[in-house]
């Protein structure tokens, strides 16, 4: 198969995995949405996908969660490497982070890329949603 037909199979696939996505009512981010604001219904469902390399020693870290009352994440973010580039030692991949809308309000969720021991400098990256919790 060619570089077309291996381009047409990937493109359906991701078309399949849009419209399997799209019937379980979880809305998907990626950093292109960054500062985007999301109005919710309580118990709604929203994905934050981030690009990362843990192999670098960057990690996505959420530190205002602890003060969470709006919103809170639902189980623990998921690495899912690069599937092309599965084979190599060090590759990186996307970060998955699930989160809930648990009462009405309007709370904004900050995600930071960082080395969690270079505590005094600004995180490589950030990815910011604010959601509004309708009643």
Wanted: with cysteine.
């Amino acid at each position: 198969m060619g570089r077309r037909g291996v381009g047409a199979v990937a493109a359906a696939g991701f078309l399949l995995l849009l419209a399997g996505c799209a019937g379980s009512g979880v809305t998907t981010l990626t950093e292109g949405d960054d500062g985007a604001v999301l109005t919710l219904e309580p118990g709604a469902e929203f994905e934050a996908v981030v690009a990362t390399n843990p192999s670098t020693g960057y990690s996505w870290v959420w530190p205002d969660g602890a003060a969470a009352t709006v919103i809170e994440p639902v189980g623990k973010p998921r690495f899912d490497r690069n599937v092309e580039d599965a084979i190599r030692t060090g590759s990186g991949g996307a970060e998955t982070w699930r989160f809930r809308a648990v009462r009405p309000g309007r709370e904004t969720v900050r995600l930071e890329y960082r080395r969690v021991w270079e505590t005094a400098s600004p995180p490589a990256r950030t990815f910011t949603v604010t959601a509004e919790v309708q009643p």
